[in-house]
């Protein structure tokens, strides 16, 4: 866009961008203020560097502006003087921004969710360790404390016991043993999803499912018509994390009394769906940088070159539905 004003800044031209911008109709007399083009805030800018314009042109920065629709413009905007007789002419010359600065601004807001995302990863890996330090040492330490008490009481009076006696004690050994067992699985378990490797992943799910339906106290649907056979690894662990964090939202914020998991493979896609009854989701929630659980389920399904949707279900409560391409 390219303006030519008095030294009282008021409008002699304006290039056709600037008449498409704001609509200008030559017909209505003249003088124009600029400011009714260019806005107060670019307005003031001139009026603040005013002895500092020259011949030269001088960078007033990127300003925000409005259109004749009322949406916002960025423009980088350059100012020179032009001589006439003993006084002069302003020629403006500005450059639409708009794209650039709301990428930068897009940027910017990546930027803080990726460092807040990184921060409540490094928050929860530090709970996980003190949660795991605190398992290992009450759960676990107890038990091979009294397992090793056990055995040493057995140690100091085998040579007096009958065949019938030591029979007794090593069963109760053994238990002290398989509740050590338990306990190790039971963390391990926590850590990493090793049920999709004993199990495979449909037989995970449904342990998964139910195990989260008995502590919620939330019904279920389950349809599983996925090939696992199509599925890597990589795919399997990623999808049964994200089905995992959609039952934790379920459970924490929904209210649901039951909820629908569907997962499917159609059209060489690993199709999930989730859907509850509860009181439906905030929408502006998906959107916001505090959302981190969320932000966490997007990035998880970006890596995978997948898509994830937020919609409100058919009646109430909310669905989720992700599709992760399947990688041969």
Request: proline share 2%; no cysteine.
């Amino acid at each position: 866009m390219v303006i030519f004003a008095n030294d009282s800044l008021h409008l002699i031209e304006i290039n056709e961008e600037g008449k498409r911008l704001f609509n200008f109709n030559e017909e209505i007399a003249l003088p124009y203020s600029v400011s009714d083009f260019i806005g107060e805030e670019l307005t003031k800018k001139i009026k603040e560097h005013s002895k500092k314009i020259t011949e030269k042109p001088f960078s007033l920065g990127v300003s925000e502006i409005y259109d004749k629709n009322g949406k916002e413009i960025y423009l980088d905007s350059y100012i020179q003087k032009t001589k006439k007789g003993k006084s002069f002419d302003y020629l403006l010359t500005s450059l639409d921004v708009n794209y650039q600065v709301l990428a930068k601004n897009q940027e910017i807001n990546a930027n803080l969710q990726l460092r807040a995302l990184y921060n409540r990863i490094e928050k929860i890996q530090e709970i996980e360790r003190n949660r795991v330090s605190r398992e290992i040492h009450d759960e676990l330490g107890q038990v091979l404390t009294a397992l090793k008490i056990r055995i040493s009481l057995f140690g100091r009076k085998f040579t007096r016991l009958s065949i019938i006696e030591v029979d007794d004690e090593l069963i109760d050994i053994l238990g002290y043993i398989n509740n050590t067992i338990k306990t190790v699985k039971k963390i391990a378990l926590e850590l990493k999803p090793v049920r999709i490797e004993e199990l495979g992943f449909s037989d995970a799910i449904r342990w998964y499912v139910q195990d989260f339906s008995k502590k919620s106290a939330i019904k279920y649907k389950l349809t599983l018509k996925q090939n696992d056979d199509l599925l890597s690894e990589d795919l399997t662990t990623t999808a049964y994390r994200l089905i995992q964090e959609s039952l934790t939202n379920v459970a924490k914020h929904s209210k649901a009394m039951k909820v629908n998991i569907s997962i499917r493979t159609i059209n060489e896609k690993l199709k999930i769906e989730i859907a509850d009854n509860g009181i439906g989701m905030k929408f502006p929630i998906i959107f916001s940088k505090d959302s981190l659980g969320i932000i966490g389920m997007k990035e998880r399904v970006n890596t995978a070159n997948g898509t994830i949707r937020f919609l409100l279900g058919k009646l109430s409560g909310t669905r989720v539905i992700i599709d992760l391409p399947i990688k041969n």
